[in-house]
Every structure is written in C-alpha cells, then in structure tokens.
C-alpha cells in the first residue's frame, strides 16, 4: 500500500523507486501484487506515465487515510514505551487496595498528574489477559507461569483473637489447639480449612480448622474477630492496626508460618509501557518501609 501510494504520489514507478531507494522492478512487482490481491487494476501504465483507474482511485483514497492512521498509531505506541502517559488499569485484593494502594496512587499521582488509573478490586484471581489489565498487584501466588512477577516485599499470615475470645475459651499453645476452636475461614486460600505452621526445627506442621464464620473478604473476619467470635488467620496488613491498637492479640508466636510474598504481575517484560514501568519502581520504593507488612 505504502509503494502504490508513493508511485500514484510521484506518477510514475521510477520516481517512486528512487523515493523508497527500490528498483523499479520491485517497485512494479510490489503493484502487481497488490492488483493479483485485490484482483482489480489500479493503474492504466503507458511508457511515459501512470494513471488511476476508478477502482484504483477510491482505493488509493482509502489507502491515504489507512497510512496517516498507521502512521500515528506507531507514533503513539513508541511514545507510550517511551513516555508515561494514558491510562493504567489495575487490580488488586480489596484489603490490600484500600489499605496499601489507595495512598501509593495518591503519591505517584501528585507526581504524574497526566497520568490515569482505573482500578478494579477483587480477591479472586483475574485474568490480566483476558480481561484486559495492565497490572495486578497480588498477595502469595503470582498466578500464571507467562506472567512476570516483580516481588515488592513479604507479609506474615498472623493467628489473632481478641482479649475476650482468649478470656472465655484460653489461648492455643500448639498448632494442633487450633482444632478445639472456632476459626474464621478465608475463601481464596485452598485448601481454606488448613492452616499451616513451621515449629522452631523448620518442621511443617498442617491443621485442619472449622468455625462458624467462612468469607471472600478478610477485613469482616478480622473485624469479627476483634470483637470475640473466633480465631482469624489473616496477612500483617490486615490485622496489624488492631494487634497495634490491642483489640487483636497474635497467637503461636513461636510457631510461625512461611512468608507470603507481594508480587507486581504484568502479562510481559516486552515492550512494557513506561507507565507500568514507573509505577511498579515507584511501588518498590513506596513499600520498602511499611510497617503494617510485618508485626513487631
């Protein structure tokens, strides 16, 4: 299309060829191949100039715009790997969004005001490709093998009751206590009613719980649990405001479990836009400190 709209531009091919630096067999052969694809002719040639035909006019009017939109659709694309800008959509749990996120974007945005969000929480694990998002920021598994995960730092799943819960019915001094009480279950972990501890050797140690609460949403079992239901088991920056304020007290401090990881995930390393890229160094720099990730 480029080689037809230069030999219409220049009338005639040997123009065109020099232009595009081809010869002008190439120059003709490219047409030629054009006309066999649409299987029209475009040009009526003579030994001194060519001419459009009608059907070789209305595409050429077509073509001319195709090319200008093109042209700025790459100019577009190069610009975005280049310079942030537009638009970054984003998901995350909505625990660590409201808690962590919320005020990351506030600061990242004072700085990029051109810059957008759209936002979308969700504790379920989503499709980045499928539906569309640039980045997901998420808690323990990073999800898919052709994802690229970019860890951000490391929470600790913490075992809390409130001061009542443990007055009425006594704190577990072992992992395997945890089966005589009433423990709050989380729906995104599987399995669910399984909580796992490592004992000071290192030794895993497995425990099947039950309760009366089960939830997608970690904030209403720990708010549940503050209030004397149960036993919830949940990430530092959930339950860290409450063991700080005293309204939750952690459990089984000397069995603690495996680190859960924080990943910034984006479906490729290539061609990634410099908006992702600036905010996901931006988040590094952002968390490196945050003291709701891990209790004293």
């Not at 503050?226 to 339950?239: D, K, L, M, N, T």
């Amino acid at each position: 299309m480029k080689v037809f709209g230069q030999v219409v531009e220049s009338g005639s091919f040997a123009k065109a060829a020099e232009r595009l630096d081809l010869s002008t067999s190439a120059t003709s052969r490219l047409v030629a191949e054009l006309e066999a694809h649409l299987q029209t002719r475009l040009l009526n040639r003579t030994t001194r100039r060519v001419s459009l035909t009608e059907s070789g006019r209305a595409f050429y009017e077509r073509t001319v715009q195709l090319l200008a939109d093109l042209e700025e659709a790459e100019h577009e694309a190069t610009r975005a790997a280049v310079v942030p800008r537009g638009t970054i959509r984003l998901t995350t749990s909505v625990n660590f969004g409201v808690r962590h996120l919320a005020p990351a974007i506030a600061g990242f945005l004072a700085r990029h005001p051109e810059l957008r969000f759209d936002v979308s929480l969700s504790d379920r694990m989503v499709d980045l490709v499928e539906e569309g998002f640039d980045l997901a920021i998420r808690i323990g598994r990073p999800g898919a093998d052709h994802l690229v995960a970019r860890k951000l730092g490391e929470t600790r799943v913490v075992p809390c009751a409130s001061p009542a819960y443990l007055a009425a019915h006594g704190a577990p001094q072992a992992p395997e206590d945890l089966e005589r009480h009433n423990c709050f279950t989380y729906e995104y972990v599987q399995p669910r009613n399984v909580w796992r501890f490592r004992d000071a050797a290192g030794t895993e140690r497995a425990v099947r719980v039950n309760g009366s609460l089960h939830s997608n949403n970690g904030d209403l079992l720990a708010e549940a649990a503050a209030r004397g239901a149960g036993i919830v088991f949940e990430p530092a920056f959930i339950v860290g405001p409450d063991v700080r304020s005293g309204r939750l007290v952690p459990l089984l401090q000397d069995f603690e479990p495996a680190p859960v990881p924080i990943y910034a995930v984006y479906p490729s390393r290539k061609h990634l836009s410099a908006k992702v890229r600036l905010f996901v160094d931006f988040l590094l720099s952002a968390f490196a400190h945050t003291e709701d990730w891990n209790l004293p």
